[in-house]
């Protein structure tokens, strides 16, 4: 479902070896909540603070920006949680709509929602902390993990990374029983397109989360999991946990629920199967820009992008700004944020409306907030 939808859209360490120390502090200060995170990365310790505006509802009533932006998402009958960030400053976090209609539990800023897509950014950043390691190059062919995948031989990390392969997909698995099984039947049924031209083709970070597999003799999900959530705690919910999470939201379609079976979840490895809030991604981003979680170079390496695209590892990239969207059922997340991380619109929404995106709608914001020009 994600994949033929995103193909719609497209125009528009060994494991890396890390030695936590987990310190968490709560202090109070005038009611404030501080969850300080010290975690050792390449022998670096760095410090993740995730501050209540994350995980509360910030809406400031003495702020123009803030009042008007949130007028705005209510005009347009948005459902999700909106994140806005101003030079550092959260102006808004807040849920719009419901989680569920049937229980009527409403969208909060703690609410969890499939981010489809944009987990690619997460598969891409675990490959980057092998090549840091030295344990694969950007140049390292796919012959390596997959040798009777057409072209493995001239087929790079790189260009998975950027969707540069030629690759497809000649058929999708129905019958997922786990998720190295999953990638091994689509290592089978890979085609070759016409070119090497961009184009878009989740098939790539399939394969990209299958090395990961190999190199570490771990699952992806657990690869995820102790670094994202044991470390980082950035609380990356895997799909068979999600509908039973207190902060879980309800996919629908107009006021449809979108049934998204364990089949659709599990066949996307890799590209679309995790939930996070809006809060705990922005993190994310925030921590990768300032090269906490990857230095400088090998950042910049991810993020380089093909000259006739503008896509490399999960995001967009331009001369001012990041983008990212996605699509699974109901859910569409859609991220604009600065290069330096300090502005950001983040839509989570749980309800697609035939035939629209709140793809525009986060768009605008972006360029109200931002006063930049947004292709």
Same mark, same amino acid.
């Given at each position: 479902m994600q994949r033929k939808q995103h193909q719609q859209l497209k125009g528009n360490l060994s494991h890396t070896t890390l030695s936590p120390v987990i310190v968490i502090a709560l202090v109070l200060i005038?009611?404030?909540?501080?969850?300080?995170?010290?975690?050792?990365?390449?022998?670096?310790?760095?410090?993740?603070?995730?501050?209540?505006?994350?995980?509360?509802?910030?809406?400031?009533?003495?702020?123009?920006?803030?009042?008007?932006?949130?007028?705005?998402?209510?005009?347009?009958?948005?459902?999700?949680?909106?994140?806005?960030?101003?030079?550092?400053?959260?102006?808004?976090?807040?849920?719009?709509?419901?989680?569920?209609?049937? $229980?009527? @539990?409403?969208?909060?800023? !703690?609410? #969890?929602?499939? *981010?489809?897509?944009?987990?690619?950014?997460?598969?891409? /950043?675990?490959?980057?902390?092998?090549?840091?390691?030295?344990?694969?190059?950007?140049?390292?062919?796919?012959?390596?993990?997959?040798?009777?995948?057409?072209?493995?031989?001239?087929?790079?990390?790189?260009?998975?990374?950027?969707?540069?392969?030629?690759?497809?997909?000649?058929?999708?698995?129905?019958?997922?029983?786990?998720?190295?099984?999953?990638?091994?039947?689509?290592?089978?049924?890979?085609?070759?397109?016409?070119?090497?031209?961009? $184009?878009? @083709?989740?098939?790539?970070? !399939?394969? #990209?989360?299958? *090395?990961?597999?190999?190199?570490?003799?771990?699952?992806? /999900?657990?690869?995820?999991?102790?670094?994202?959530?044991?470390?980082?705690?950035l609380n990356v919910v895997d799909y068979k946990h999600f509908k039973d999470n207190v902060y879980s939201t309800t996919s629908y379609t107009g006021k449809k629920v979108s049934n998204i079976s364990q089949q659709n979840y599990a066949q996307e490895t890799g590209t679309g199967n995790v939930a996070m809030s809006a809060g705990m991604l922005y993190q994310y981003y925030k921590l990768l820009i300032d090269n906490k979680i990857l230095k400088k170079q090998f950042l910049a390496d991810m993020w380089t992008h093909p000259y006739n695209s503008a896509y490399a590892s999960g995001l967009y990239h331009y001369e001012d700004y990041h983008y990212g969207h996605g699509f699974l059922g109901g859910f569409e997340p859609t991220v604009f944020l600065t290069k330096d991380g300090k502005n950001c619109v983040i839509l989570l929404s749980n309800r697609h409306l035939e035939g629209s995106s709140w793809q525009p709608l986060t768009k605008q914001i972006f360029m109200q907030v931002t006063n930049i020009n947004v292709k």
């Open positions: 005038a009611t404030v909540i501080v969850v300080t995170t010290v975690v050792s990365v390449n022998n670096q310790s760095i410090t993740s603070k995730i501050t209540d505006p994350f995980r509360q509802e910030v809406y400031l009533p003495g702020n123009h920006e803030s009042v008007a932006i949130d007028k705005q998402l209510k005009r347009s009958r948005f459902t999700g949680t909106a994140l806005i960030v101003k030079n550092n400053q959260v102006v808004l976090n807040r849920g719009y709509g419901y989680a569920n209609l049937d $229980t009527h @539990q409403l969208n909060t800023p !703690r609410s #969890l929602y499939q *981010i489809a897509s944009l987990q690619k950014s997460l598969t891409a /950043t675990l490959i980057m902390q092998q090549v840091e390691q030295g344990k694969l190059q950007m140049n390292t062919t796919l012959s390596q993990f997959y040798p009777r995948i057409p072209d493995a031989k001239h087929i790079t990390i790189r260009q998975l990374l950027t969707m540069t392969s030629g690759l497809k997909e000649s058929d999708i698995n129905e019958n997922v029983s786990s998720e190295q099984e999953n990638i091994e039947f689509d290592a089978i049924h890979t085609q070759l397109l016409p070119s090497k031209t961009w $184009t878009y @083709q989740s098939i790539n970070f !399939r394969l #990209l989360a299958g *090395i990961l597999m190999k190199i570490t003799n771990k699952s992806y /999900t657990s690869l995820v999991d102790n670094f994202f959530n044991k470390q980082l705690k």
